[in-house]
Each structure stands twice: as C-alpha cells, then as structure tokens.
C-alpha cells in the first residue's frame, strides 16, 4: 500500500523562508499566521490527511461511487465518516471569512494545506474544493440572503457545492447550452435541462447539496450573453433555515470514469428546479468565472498534488529496490546488488519529478499569496499588481501544472517497472488520478487560448510587463553573486525565449489570430518552465541565504540547490526549443482539408 | 463505441513506394509477396481485425480475465472464439517458415499485419505475439526434436508460448535470479521456483502453453553466467506427438492492471515441473534475447498502433464535436458553431498524434525489412549491415516508440475532453494499454542504457557510422531539390546535434560511465527523432515522386507533405535541447545521497 507524508517542512521553507509571510503581518487575517500557528496547522491537518484521508484512498479507488435505483449516490466506504471528523475538526474553514463561520486565516494557508488533501486522497478532496469555489460565487455576486442562508452551512461543511456548466453537447462552448429557467410569480425561477460532469452532483456525506447552475432566462439570447446564474439547493431551505421539501433535482447517473473513481461524476437532471438567480440576469458567466478562477487555482494544484506522493512512493520504492550493480561498479559490495537509486537516469526520472513538484508547490503557494494581496494589500496599487499577475498566472498554475503532474507520476510509475503498472502498488492510480486535471475546468488548450488570447493583451499587457520586471529585477540582484550563476544565468536565457516569443506573438497574432492559436500551446510551457525557473531561483536564494546563517539543516538547503540545478540544467534548456515551436506559425497547421483528418 | 479501420493504404505507401519490396525480389519469400499478395492480405487480415477482434476490445477491458479456484485462467467473453477464427484463418502464420507450416512471407509483410492485431485489440495480440517470439529461441538455439515437437503447433497457433524471466525480488537483473533446474536421469531438469508478471501464462484459448524459462541449473554460477533457458510445456506431449499428463506448472494468481486486462498476466508456480534444456547450458539468457529482440521491435509497434487507433477516434471526434467558433471568425456560418477542427490547438494534438503514428510505422517496417535481410539478404556485407542497423534500432524502436505511443494517446484523449476520461468513449483504455509497452520488455530506461552502452560501441561504432552516412546520404540527395529543403534542412540539423551528443559520448561517458547514464534518455530521444525525422524525409520523397508521376489521389500525397514539415517544425527543434540535456552529465545528478531521495 502506498505511503504518503504530509510534507510541512517543506511547505514551511516556502511559506517562511521564501514568501515571508512575516511581511505581510499588517494585512487582515496574516497577524494570526504567526510561523507557530501555520506550523501547528500544517502539522495537525497534514496529520489528518496523513491517518484519516489516505487510508481510504485506494479502497476508495477500488470501489467508486455507487448510484443506487431510487438516484441517491453512496461514496466509497469510509468517506462519510472521513467527511464527519473533517467537518468536525473544522478543516475547510482555515481561510474562510470568520463573519461565516471560518477562521479568517490568509487564503495562502488554507491553499498550503489544500495540498495535503488533494495528495492524500484527491477524490474526497473534490468534494469540499468544489464547494469552496461556490462559496467564493456566492460571497462576490450573491446577495445578502443568499449569503445569510448558503455560506454559513457550506463553510462548515454540514453542506456542499457543486458548479452545473456542461451539457452532452456543449463544455467550452457555453453559449450553446440549452438548460432554461422560467421566472415565477415569487421572483424564483424554474430550472430545466440536463447538465453533466458534475462533480459531487449527488452523494451521502452532506445533508444538502448547494448547486450552481448556468442557464438561460426564457427569452434571453441564445447565445454566450444570455447566461444567467441560479443557486438550485437540493432540498429547500425554510425560512428559518432548516431543511423543507427535496427540490426537483436528481441524479440521472454516474460516469465510470479512468480515476478519481471516489469522486461522484454525475449527470444532473433538472426538472422544473426551483432557482434563485444569483447576482444581474444574463452576467451569469462572469459570476461562474469568480468560481472557476479558484477552481483553476485548485486544479493546478492537483497535478502537483498527486504527482508529490507519486514521487514520495516511487523514492521510497527506490531506496529499497536491490538490483544490479552501479554503472562505476558496484556500491555495496558486501551485498549481491546495490539500490536503483545508483543508476543515474533512476535518478533522472525521481529528481525531474521533485525539482517538478518542489517548484510548483512554490508556484502555487505564490499564487495563493496573489489572491490575498489583490484583496487584501495596502495599497490599490499593490492590489491591482497581485490582481494582474494572479490572473495572468491562472491559467498557467492550470494548464502547465497539470501537464507537469501527470509527466511526473508517469515517470514515477516507471520507476516501478512491473509493478507500477499493477494497481495493488498505487501508482497507476496517481497517474489516472493525475490524468483529469489536464481536462476539466477549461482543457489544458483552452487555458493556453486564455494565456495567449486573453490574459496577455489585458490592461495593454500590464500584467506581462510586470511579469518580465520581476523575472529581469530577481536575476540583476543575484547576478554578481557566483552562487547563484547555475540557476540565473539559465533563468535569464529562458526570460530571453519567452520575450522573443511574447513579441512574435505581438507582430503575428494580431494580423491573423491562428498564429497566436497555433502558438498557444508552447507560449503556455515556455512560460511555465519560466515560472518554475524564478521559483527555483528565489528557493536558492533563500537555501543560500539560510546556509549563510549558519542554519542546523544543511543537507535540507543544500539539497534545495541541488534540485534548483537539476532543473536548470534539465528542463530549462526545453526553452529554445519552445521558442521555435511558436515560430512555426499556423500556416502549415491550417493546411490538411477537415475531411482528410 | 470506438471505430477502427486498417490504414491498408498507408501500410502500403511504406512497403511499395517507400521501401520498395519490388527490389527484394530475389531474396527468399520476397518473389510470392507481389503487392497484389500483399494487399490481398492486408486488406482481408485488416478486415479481420476490424470486425472480429475490435469488437471484443472495449468489452475484454470491462471484463478483464478471471482465475478460478482450480487455477484456470479464463479470457474475457468472445477471445475463445475469435482466437479459433485467427488460427484457421492462419493470420498467425503469414511470415512463419514453410517448413513448419508457414506462409514464408517476409517479416516485414507479418509486421504490417501485426499492427493492425494490436490496434484493434492489444490485449488479444499479446497471445499470438508472445508465441512468435518463443518460436523464435526455439527455432534458433533448440535441437531439431525440439523443433519438430513444439513448433509446428505453435506456428497454427494450436499451441501457445510464453516467456518467464522475472521474478518477484528481480527483472531487469536476472543474475539475481533464484528458479532451479534440477537434472534427472533422462537428461531433463525439474525447474522450482515462482515467475511472476509472465503474460498469457494460463488461459484457455490453446490446449497447450509451451513455457519459456530462465532458470540455474542447481551447482551453476548464482550470478548472470548461471542462468540456462528450458522449455516447459504445460501440458506433456508423448512421443507420437499427442497430449499427456499435466505438468507440475500452475498459475498461482493473476494481477489486476491499469490496462491490457484482456491479457491473462500470470504468478507461475515451477513446482518440480519437467523441463528440456534449450541450447548450451548456462547461455540461456543469449537464446531467451533472441525472443526478447524480437519482443522488442513488438512493443515498439505497440506505441504506435495503439496511438493509431487513439488518432483515429479523436479525428472522428473532432470533426463531429460542433463547438465554437473559429480564431478568425465563423467557418460555417450558417451552423451555430464550427467543428473543433478549426482550432489550430486542436490540429496540433492530432498533427502530432499523426505525424509521429506515420513516421513511427515507417520506422517499423523498415525495421521488419532489416530483420529479413538480416537473415537473407545476398551477401555477409549486406547482411551484417542490416544486422548492424537493426541491432542499432532495437531499443530505440522499443524505447523512442513507446514513450511517443503514449504521449500521442494522451493528446488523441485530450482532444475528446471530458469524454475522454469517461470509459465509455474507449480513449482512457488506450491510454491505460499504451502504458505498459513503456514498461515490458525490459523498461525503456533500459533500452536507452542498451544503446548507450551496448550498441553504440559495438564492433567500434560500425553500426552507429552506418546509421549516420545513410541520413547524410539522403540529405546529400536531396540537397538541391527545393521542394524537400522544409523536410532536409531540419533534419540535417538534428543529425549534427546526434552527432554532437554521440561524440560527446565517446569523450565523456568511457572516462566515467555514469555520464553516459546519464546522457542515456535524452540520448535515445534524439536518436528517435532523428529516425523519424529519416523517414518523414523518405517519405516526403516518395510522395513528391508520386505526384510528379502524376498519382490520382493527389491529396493523399499533399497530406504525407504536410505531415512531414509539420514534424520538422514541431517534433525536430526538440533535438537542440536534447543535446543541451546530454552535455549535462552527471555530477548533479549524483550528488544527492540517497537516504535524502
């Protein structure tokens, strides 16, 4: 059976030796987030994810989610338990408003320990992370009411939320989907249509289901701007807040899907649902995004996520695997072979997946530091800084980390050899847990699209500029120290491929819009391996500077730099190549007729 | 349901107008396959495929192969069958020797069916394709009684084969390896011991199983020199050729996998069982890598052919899925949206899928032709060089081709969206089968170690020299024709970057050879692409003289140019960094102790 361990030294090295939370202590929320009390959540909760979620993550795997004939859906033995003590013990309230209930602390920390959920058992961790992104839908758009009666029960976690976008025929394209809502007398409407990809649509561990439902008004547009937002509550909420009748909502089946078979996936009918709209009619889709920019946020994580026990299973594995001699000769003579972990490409594969997995924990924890500061930081200035970068970072976190992820748990499985392909050894599953995160929540080319098409050209492209000054201003300050030369000057020649490629997009993307398409894939990677770089760049410097210090953990910084060098000397050279990509244009792309594919 | 259709056509493209069968004519089986023969049975094994075994692959996925109590091994519901129609059709014999009972076509022709078995049904293929390869070390190392008895009945397919060399504690490192074979009396051996991960080891589509076996011959070297291979029939065969007795072999267990679960993948248990020496004593593993080379160039078509069907699906799917509109404005304006296939994104995940699936089965059937003239071309020289060249291919064709099959059903998956995760669509089996051909047949870490540290140095670099003077051979031919400058000028690049990394082999990896460890994978990579880049520039060559010849189907020959500049404009820039991965070395790579992994 798998091992996983909460890896809270490691989050504490990024959350105070690099971010420096300390800094931040004037904002709303960081003063409680002294280094002891972040520590103290990080240890108990990744505890809890440790003992209580992962046990239940391969039988969970095995058994799935049921539907049983009159539509109600049972998860895998143990998640219901596992979600009462989760409720419980308070831990998805970490980062929410204390006026609803939570415990106020930055959204950075309730994010850091969000990993261990989703390493430790990322189906169950489906189940409150989508109902964190209603929240935030709620919370910005819905409106006082909805707030009183919704989010206290949801941020407790007594009930959960889901987000209704896909039809059979329509997932990207929402301008296409066909659900309608009919207003009635008393200001509600009725809900009809069929939604699917639910996840968490239908299950047994909460009393109520809060779903969010995109449909058009009877007599909107039938068109992208004829999208509304409606809170459809699977059982009635009474005035006074406790449960009334069952609304006319079901579960018309589950998929049998390729992982994250703990997770409910299901297919929503909605049958005359009473609806309550949520903010302005017919801006329904600006309310969902407030919802899929968290999820995004999430997703991304996930494919670092899973890929972290990957590597932890397949290091462990390493260790213990005695076969063959190293390459020099033998290591252990005194045994009849010596560890994998002698063979240099054994190592290729796990020190790829770390450097991987380390960065992008950096990366995702910075961007869970973003989305405090543009609400939270002094100054509109600052604000609109973090707003820029977050966003332009979204879709990167998304798109780039879930690729990386599931590249990472393959190359862990592989170190398995035979093994890692039986499911008894817990690797195939990282791998076909890993595998959805590329898909849902706008598909990984999708993300690049936004990237490329949306987030770029904002504000005049503000938020790029202010990338490349950071990226530039981090490699001026440590370019007189030698230290740093193997993780700058690589970081610098990767900024360099990524300008080049920013500005062929700007001369050829313009004039015709399939060269920025065709380029989208490839800006996205280049700029993700950029982001990985930079982190890896500020973890150096801060093992630099901890070692300086004369910190008692030397192998643990200096192990740091180790990666920062694999990563440079491994991944970043992919940049050149990325750059050429983009160059190629679409011409030759468009070519081939439709009926020849 | 997933569709399947053999590409007869392009299959044929390859073997007449690229390789040019015609030339071989001389050669022995060569005159029988006219390309009329060879469409003949292309397009009725096509058909074959196509509507009897496809049929069965989503369904034997579902169901998987069960183990009763007695230890029989059933297949899942309509292989029995199917596998009766595939021996009386004699689709198992088609390259196997007259003299045993086969058609004695050539290799190559046997290698463009055996794609289409694997396309439409992996699993199933596993069957058949293990026996050719036991046939194989029988055929070569075992005495001519041996020959006589087993192999006739193999050749129909009546009896099937199999290959056992890992065992629980070891794979890769069979030294370690702890079956024993006793003598007896009667010059056979009592082989003791357990085998695990042995495919098609138990079932019941054959009346016999004819077992392969590394075992040490009790007093041998317990060391890799100690190892002997013997043949252990499941079931004994008397003198006059009828079955007898049981033998002491049973399957102890089947593995529950994250693919190809259609393929019974068996514990043995050698319980004393009775055994016949194969060849010499103690040079069992030199005749078991007679089958294992021929295993090899097998999963390397497993990439690829599994890939094939993945882009075949996801072709079909896009070109149906009506979503969105395109970059530049409404393609079809009277329609609410356009195919998906307007997005260039999405052309360059099928692009890529297709490109490389063309590229790869070029590769393989020159491969397939290099095994024949290996055998039977006129001269020594002319044979030696193919067996150079193929000696040369080998891992990269199982390493290079497997990595690539799945990265391309990976993409073909992401073109389906969420679909694509959902079982029902078939997309998630390809991906779930293609992973284990990355695995088998010795791991491709170890293919790349095998080239590296094997076959490059062999008889002084002959083979690698070969290889080299043939690509700049056909750069050198091209040169001056405009019209292939888009397919030559890239790859003359990626073969000076081979070159380069090759050279920086000899100067780096002798001195310490934990450098060419470590060079290894990026190595096999940039040789792959450099293979394929080889073959996209042949058979952009052919399809120019086709047109020039004034073909009808002019955009079938259009499309292979397409094709082939679009791997010279996104799969070759790969090669710079491949390099830039190569010069690396180690020193980082192994600076990590091993108890901080």
């Not at 093994?419 to 995160?437: C, K, L, N, P, T």
Request: proline share 4%.
């Amino acid at each position: 059976m798998p091992v996983y361990t909460a890896p809270v030294k490691d989050t504490q090295f990024i959350l105070q030796d690099v971010l420096h939370l300390e800094n931040y202590a004037n904002l709303e929320g960081f003063a409680d987030a002294t280094p002891d009390t972040v520590a103290a959540v990080l240890e108990q909760g990744g505890k809890f994810c440790e003992e209580v979620l992962h046990p239940l993550n391969q039988s969970g795997d095995a058994e799935g989610c049921t539907r049983l004939p009159d539509g109600s859906v049972t998860t895998p033995k143990g998640f219901k338990d596992a979600y009462r003590q989760f409720i419980e013990s308070g831990w998805g309230t970490l980062s929410m408003p204390t006026e609803f209930g939570g415990q106020g602390l930055p959204h950075v920390v309730g994010i850091a320990f969000n990993e261990y959920l989703i390493s430790s058992n990322m189906a169950f961790a489906m189940y409150p992370g989508l109902t964190h992104g209603a929240i935030s839908s709620i919370l910005v758009r819905g409106s006082e009411e909805q707030q009183k009666t919704f989010v206290p029960k949801m941020v407790s976690g007594e009930w959960l939320g889901t987000m209704n976008l896909t039809e059979p025929h329509c997932g990207t394209d929402l301008g296409l989907l066909r659900t309608k809502a009919e207003p009635q007398a008393d200001g509600s409407y009725k809900i009809t249509g069929t939604k699917i990809f639910i996840s968490s649509g239908e299950n047994d561990l909460a009393e109520n289901i809060i779903h969010l439902v995109l449909a058009k008004i009877v007599g909107a547009p039938d068109n992208v701007k004829g999208i509304s937002l409606f809170i459809v509550p699977k059982v009635h909420v009474n005035a006074d807040g406790s449960l009334g009748e069952k609304n006319q909502v079901s579960c018309g089946s589950i998929e049998h899907k390729m992982g994250i078979k703990g997770s409910a996936t299901c297919v929503m009918n909605y049958d005359g649902a009473t609806g309550y709209l949520v903010g302005e009619r017919e801006k329904g889709l600006q309310a969902m995004f407030i919802m899929m920019n968290a999820a995004r946020l999430g997703v991304g994580q996930q494919g670092m996520g899973v890929s972290e026990i990957a590597y932890q299973n397949a290091a462990k594995y390493a260790k213990e695997r005695i076969q063959g001699r190293a390459l020099t000769g033998p290591a252990d003579p005194t045994a009849k072979a010596d560890s994998i972990l002698v063979h240099p490409d054994v190592r290729r594969m796990l020190l790829d997946a770390r450097a991987f997995n380390e960065a992008a924990r950096g990366f995702v924890l910075w961007g869970g530091l973003l989305v405090d500061l543009a609400h939270k930081a002094a100054t509109p200035e600052e604000r609109e800084h973090a707003d820029d970068l977050i966003s332009l970072m979204t879709p990167v976190i998304k798109g780039y980390l879930t690729d990386g992820g599931y590249a990472a748990a393959t190359n862990c499985q592989q170190v398995f050899g035979g093994h890692g392909y039986v499911e008894e050894w817990g690797m195939s599953q990282f791998v076909r847990d890993a595998r959805i995160a590329m898909i849902y929540e706008g598909a990984n080319g999708i993300q690049a699209l936004d990237l490329v098409g949306r987030k770029l050209a904002q504000n005049g492209g503000r938020a790029i500029r202010a990338f490349f000054a950071m990226v530039a201003q981090i490699c001026a300050d440590n370019k007189s120290d030698a230290q740093m030369t193997p993780y700058i000057a690589p970081l610098e020649k990767a900024l360099g491929h990524l300008q080049a490629g920013t500005m062929w997009l700007m001369q050829n993307g313009l004039a015709n819009p399939d060269n920025a398409g065709a380029a989208s894939y490839a800006y996205m990677q280049l700029m993700g391996h950029v982001c990985l770089g930079l982190t890896w760049a500020k973890m150096a410097r801060a093992a630099l500077d901890k070692l300086a210090d004369g910190a008692s953990d030397e192998s643990f910084y200096k192990n740091k730099l180790i990666l920062a060098r694999h990563f440079a000397e491994r991944t970043l050279p992919e940049t050149g190549s990325l750059l050429r990509k983009i160059e190629a244009g679409s011409e030759n792309l468009m070519a081939m007729a439709i009926a020849d594919f």
